[in-house]
């Protein structure tokens, strides 16, 4: 929801704060109770999420039955009161279990049930938002848009913040009417489906019991739901724009792809209850694919990841799940929806730029970004330049610090950093007299510049560039400045480059899975937008957002596109298609930098930046089965109940072989390396040409020797597996443990030229006693 760091920050501490303060005041049940007892329930009740032991099949055919299990596991005076219990949902695809209204006794009771397996108090997460496509390499009529045909017959199911149905994006113009399988619903007030938005439902603890309370009315839709929607699946809209910059034609990834909207969040935050719900009617509809894009904060374990445990039912009907790393980069040990089945996707910039530049009195000239291009400001006229920490008690720009100033139409140099956006350190400007405003990155973000819409002429340059403006007016005896407006421009340097709020792994849930996985569009990124949204009172239907959310509705389509043209692929051989092809090098043929210019790391760009005509035909993939990961939870020391919650199998860890982390057959290898010498085995499927035969090449980690065996794999049939293994070992002991890490790849290159499948390696050591 966020575009910064700072903003994904303030507003979960104070969703918490609410979250705190309203779900303890329900107000439902109070006329039917006592006062006193009013009030002690009042201060009490709060939903938790019930996992159940699963019964068996007698009892879970039988939905009647199974609902009665849960009422017997409900206390007795929770069972009559009003209407009926105090269930708030039965789970019936995604987990055995349930969510109720309980007091923090009544669910510590429970879980001494020998029928409960976990209760968990419902949480709540946060919302983490054209051009793009053809930055992607999808053109209309040619390539991988032709051979998949837009994603036509492909279903996109996206929980989020709801939908403005009424936008030219959603247009079914072209899309055929859905697939004959599906069974989903148009049950949203205030939304007209059609042949593109054949779905749409509502989960807003549905009977009336808000974790997050809602003031506003369900067809209320902030914009983040419009936006990523319209990524993932929008329809072409000529003309569009915002103010008058990046005109074109928009287009989701998946422009004739269907889409099935599942509202779970409000203003105040997306309980997980909801998403759980969304999540168990989406499997029932007959969904393809499912974007999410929330998180709060990393987890250590998939037990406390709602959408890890809602997608993992997807999956094993083959939905694929793209979600969004995060937005609290560029921090270590960041990313979120790290589970080895869902896609985590980080965001990176394209090559378009709403550049305005900041020229100096010298002539020197910086170039930066704003959305607002005034026509009637004189580019010509220098106007005298001031720091704000010189002229104000706050170098920063921010309310209150400015109104001593009494500006004459200066252009006033504000830092950023802090909790403030860029167009509200603008208006303070505006307010104190200023005519124009250059906005400086804070060191932490480095060259990631937004396009904001500012209030008054302005321009966000990278704080290298601040710097030098900072000391030009140190230097200068009487420093000058104005501002000039270009339009868009496609070109910008450096691109894709990895944005610096995009969140970082090492992937504190399991280290030995990369995360994220890739990269993809995520700043400025011009899609629809809400009226009822908070920028309402822009004129267009368009509107530029940044954010993972943003780059996982890119990848949303992109999987939507993969199903189309392949349809009997797995999530995991989509997932590895989309990896393994991805590109390590930026536009300009250089490795992908970061926020702060320097060659990304590993835990920035996971594989790299995604490219989807390659993905189309990877030539081979790396497939995992479902009950894999159920063997990789064993290896992570999960106990049986805790596999049996994130899975709703019975399984016996002791009984079954476990696969440790990095021997998942995972299309990336991630391994902490002791002194000990490992060994991995990997299987490929071929899905390029049935007679092909592929060599290795290997770029060892510093430090480290790996060896495959065999190196060199030949097919002669489709879908033909082939095993082999790979041993790293310390090649180098002065590398201290700790810290240190080093990364590699290796890359299966047919012997035609055609294919190379890439894996990137990170290993990270630890003391040579280990
Ligand atoms: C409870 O009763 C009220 C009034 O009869 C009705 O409007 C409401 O839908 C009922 N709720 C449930 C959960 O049945
Ligand atoms: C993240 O970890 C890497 C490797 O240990 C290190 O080089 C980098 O400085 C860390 N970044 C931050 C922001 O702490
Ligand atoms: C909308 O505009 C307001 C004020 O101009 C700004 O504070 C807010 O961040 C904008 N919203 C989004 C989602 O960009
Ligand atoms: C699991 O426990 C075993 C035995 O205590 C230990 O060797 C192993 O490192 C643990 N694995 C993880 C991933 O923590
Ligand atoms: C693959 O090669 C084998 C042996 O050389 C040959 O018999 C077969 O016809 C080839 N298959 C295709 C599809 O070219």
Redesign the pocket.
């Known amino acids: 929801m966020e575009k910064k760091r700072s903003g994904v920050l303030t507003n979960v501490a104070s969703l918490f704060t609410l979250l705190f303060l309203f779900m303890t005041f329900p107000t439902h049940e109070a006329e039917t109770l006592r006062p006193r007892e009013v009030n002690d329930e009042k201060s009490t009740l709060k939903t938790y999420i019930v996992h159940v032991k699963n019964p068996g099949r007698r009892v879970s055919d039988q939905m009647e039955d199974l609902d009665s299990l849960y009422r017997s596991l409900m206390p007795v005076s929770r069972n009559f009161m009003k209407n009926e219990s105090h269930i708030v949902y039965t789970y019936s695809n995604v987990i055995t279990g349930f969510a109720a209204r309980l007091t923090a006794e009544e669910a510590k009771a429970m879980e001494e049930n020998k029928w409960v397996l976990f209760v968990r108090p419902d949480m709540s997460l946060s919302l983490h938002t054209t051009h793009s496509p053809n930055f992607l390499g999808l053109h209309q009529g040619v390539g991988f848009w032709k051979q998949s045909n837009l994603g036509k017959g492909v279903i996109i199911g996206v929980l989020d913040s709801g939908i403005s149905s009424d936008h030219p994006s959603f247009s079914d113009k072209g899309v055929p009417p859905p697939p004959a399988k599906w069974k989903g619903k148009c049950e949203y007030e205030g939304v007209t489906c059609n042949n593109k938005l054949i779905g749409a439902r509502t989960f807003q603890n549905s009977r009336g019991h808000t974790v997050v309370v809602d003031s506003m009315p369900p067809q209320y839709e902030e914009g983040h739901g419009t936006h990523v929607s319209s990524i993932a699946a929008g329809n072409f809209v000529n003309g569009a724009n915002v103010l008058g910059n990046a005109k074109g034609t928009a287009a989701g990834v998946a422009p004739l792809a269907h889409l099935a909207i599942y509202k779970v969040c409000s203003v105040e935050g997306c309980a997980e209850s909801d998403i759980l719900a969304a999540f168990d009617a989406a499997l029932e509809d007959g969904v393809d694919v499912i974007s999410i894009s929330l998180g709060d904060q990393p987890v250590e374990s998939f037990l406390s990841d709602i959408i890890a445990i809602g997608a993992f039912s997807a999956i094993q009907r083959g939905i694929f799940v793209s979600s969004s790393a995060g937005n609290i980069g560029p921090f270590n040990h960041t990313v979120q929806n790290t589970a080895p089945w869902v896609l985590t996707v980080g965001a990176s910039t394209t090559d378009r730029l709403i550049k305005a530049t900041a020229r100096l009195g010298m002539g020197e000239e910086f170039d930066g970004e704003s959305l607002f291009q005034p026509t009637n400001f004189k580019p010509t006229i220098l106007r005298p330049l001031v720091y704000a920490g010189a002229i104000a008690s706050s170098p920063f720009c921010s309310p209150g610090t400015l109104t001593k100033a009494h500006l004459k139409g200066e252009v006033v140099l504000c830092e950023g950093g802090g909790e403030f956006e860029g167009i509200s350190r603008g208006e303070q400007v505006k307010e104190a007299g200023g005519s124009a405003m250059i906005l400086m990155n804070d060191e932490l973000d480095g060259y990631t510049t937004l396009a904001e819409e500012h209030v008054l002429p302005a321009t966000y340059v990278s704080h290298a560039a601040g710097l030098k403006i900072k000391s030009y007016i140190d230097s200068a005896s009487q420093p000058m400045a104005t501002i000039l407006f270009k339009g868009t421009v496609i070109g910008k340097s450096h691109a894709p480059m990895v944005s610096s709020f995009s969140s970082r792994g090492p992937n504190l849930a ?3 899975i990369l995360k994220p996985d890739v990269i993809g569009p995520g700043v400025d990124i011009l899609a629809a937008w809400s009226p009822f949204g908070s920028n309402s009172s822009l004129s267009s239907k368009f509107f530029m957002f940044s954010g993972t959310s943003v780059s996982c509705a890119h990848l949303s389509g992109i999987g939507a596109l993969l199903k189309s043209s392949h349809p009997n692929w797995s999530p995991a051989a989509i997932k590895s298609a989309i990896m393994t092809t991805a590109d390590v090098l930026n536009l300009e043929g250089r490795p992908i930098v970061d926020h702060k210019m320097a060659p990304a790391n590993i835990f920035a760009t996971g594989a790299g930046h995604v490219n989807p005509s390659k993905a189309n035909d990877p030539g081979l993939v790396y497939d995992i089965k479902p009950n894999d990961y159920i063997r990789y939870l064993c ?3 999960y106990t049986d109940t805790a596999v049996q919650v994130i899975t709703r199998r019975t399984v016996e860890c002791s009984e079954v072989k476990s696969i ?2 990095a021997q998942l057959n995972y299309p990336a290898l991630s391994v902490v390396l002791g002194s000990r010498r490992q060994t991995f085995t990997r299987t490929v499927t071929n899905v390029g040409l049935p007679n092909s035969s592929y060599s290795v090449k290997v770029v060892s980690p510093k430090g480290v020797s790996v060896s495959l065996s065999p190196d060199k794999l030949i097919f002669t049939k489709l879908n033909q597996k082939k095993t082999y293994s790979v041993t790293l070992s310390r090649a180098d002991s002065s590398l201290d443990a700790g810290e240190e890490f080093a990364v590699g790849y290796l890359k299966w290159v047919s012997d035609s030229g055609r294919y190379s499948v890439r894996s990137p390696i990170a290993v990270v050591f630890v003391g040579l006693g280990a």
């Open positions: 399991s280290p030995g290896a992570l020391n440790p982390e």
